[in-house]
Nanobody, 121 residues
Framework: QVHLVESGGGSVQPGGSLRLSCAAS????????MRWYRQAPGNQREWVAV???????NYADSVKGRFTISRENAKNTVYLQMSSLKPEDTAVYYC???????????????WGQGTQATVSP
């Protein structure tokens, strides 16, 4: 079994910053891609950023230049540094990871439970 736990959400004013963390635990053999998604009230969940096991990154246009995704492979942890936050960044942020567990031959996608980030004056 694998568990992803996000932390670091909160409330900030526009222009502020937040750093989200997501730690994976359990019977983990390896993790390839790790991603962040977000879902605002009334909206569909949208992809935010991805980082490969080798450290390559890609971002949604809406956050490019403001958000930075990183990871610590030894800790099975992914981060999302969010800067210059806008009210439209308000959402529940979810992490997602492609994990191969011990004894498995394929990778499976796992999700965290989400953490709320609110940007308001």
């Amino acid at each position: 079994q694998v568990h992803l736990v996000e932390s670091g959400g909160g409330s900030v004013q526009p222009g502020g910053s937040l750093r989200l963390s997501c730690a994976a635990s359990g019977s983990i053999f390896s993790i390839t891609n790790m991603r962040w998604y977000r879902q605002a009230p009334g909206n569909q969940r949208e992809w935010v950023a991805v980082i490969t096991s080798g450290g390559s990154t890609n971002y949604a246009d809406s956050v490019k230049g403001r958000f930075t995704i990183s990871r610590e492979n030894a800790k099975n942890t992914v981060y999302l540094q969010m800067s210059s936050l806008k009210p439209e960044d308000t959402a529940v942020y979810y992490c997602n990871a492609d994990v191969r567990t011990y004894g498995a031959y394929t990778y499976k996608a796992y999700w965290g439970q989400g953490t709320q980030a609110t940007v308001s004056p």
